[in-house]
Antibody
Framework: VQLVQSGADVKKPGASVKVSCKASGYTFTNNGINWVRQVPGQGLEWMGW????????NYAQKFQGRVTMTTDTSTTTAYMELRSLRSDDTAVYYCARDSPDSSDWGTFDIWGQGTVVTVSS | QSALTQPRSVSGSPGQSVIISCTGTSSDVGDYKSVSWYQHHPDKAPKLLIFGVSKRPSGVPDRFSGSQSGNTASLTISGLQAEDEADYYC???????????FGGGTQLTVL
């Protein structure tokens, strides 16, 4: 069971970035996928969730209007696109699977390796 | 949006025990029995240690335990080992427009 994310990316302010997260080793549509980021020197920050079966999404208020989470069930891949990038979006972005052992929000049992996104002019 | 307060740092010697607290409000920690804890080593992915306040995923040593009293959840690490040196985060469902929040994180130093 693993989540493998796309490689590091460098973007200019105002651009968009799309990070992928490929799942393997389990039935992709059984568990939702969350996106969490860590800005350098700061803590973990939940960005949102997508139901891999329904396609339903819940976004943290902070990112509403700037983020879109999608999935492609044919390739068992989840995507997170963040638009209108600013320098303070420079961070490591993680995808994380909802644990099958809990129905509680915030329980993530498998994490991707992280994708470094740098926003710089 | 509620905030979860953790001590910025804690420390202990090998073999000792440490407790990391996570304080919220009656609207989050006190209301939902759904606190989880994560261990995060630099340049690695976070690891789930505890969920549902006190449950351990398979493979997590029983040196790690969770509890809750009122609006404060706690992670206890017993028999400290050098590899326990990491950042620790509490996490829970906060409702409202944010759904999920993390505490600010606690840096554990093993002396």
């Amino acid at each position: 069971v693993q989540l493998v994310q796309s490689g590091a990316d460098v973007k200019k302010p105002g651009a968009s970035v799309k990070v992928s997260c490929k799942a393997s080793g389990y039935t992709f549509t059984n568990n939702g996928i969350n996106w969490v980021r860590q800005v350098p020197g700061q803590g973990l920050e939940w960005m949102g969730w997508i139901g891999t079966y329904s396609g339903n999404t819940n976004y943290a208020q902070k990112f509403q209007g700037r983020v879109t989470m999608t999935t492609d069930t044919s390739t068992t891949t989840a995507y997170m696109e963040l638009r209108s990038l600013r320098s303070d979006d420079t961070a490591v972005y993680y995808c994380a699977r909802d644990s099958p052992d809990s129905s509680d929000w915030g329980t993530f049992d498998i994490w991707g390796q992280g994708t470094v996104v740098t926003v710089s002019s | 949006q509620s905030a979860l307060t953790q001590p910025r740092s804690v420390s202990g010697s090998p073999g000792q025990s440490v407790i990391i607290s996570c304080t919220g409000t009656s609207s989050d920690v006190g209301d939902y029995k759904s606190v989880s804890w994560y261990q995060h080593h630099p340049d690695k992915a976070p690891k789930l240690l505890i969920f549902g306040v006190s449950k351990r995923p398979s493979g997590v040593p029983d040196r790690f335990s969770g509890s809750q009293s009122g609006n404060t959840a706690s992670l206890t690490i017993s028999g400290l080992q050098a590899e326990d040196e990491a950042d620790y985060y509490c996490c829970l469902y906060a409702g409202g427009y944010t759904f999920v929040i993390f505490g600010g994180g606690t840096q554990l130093t093993v002396l």
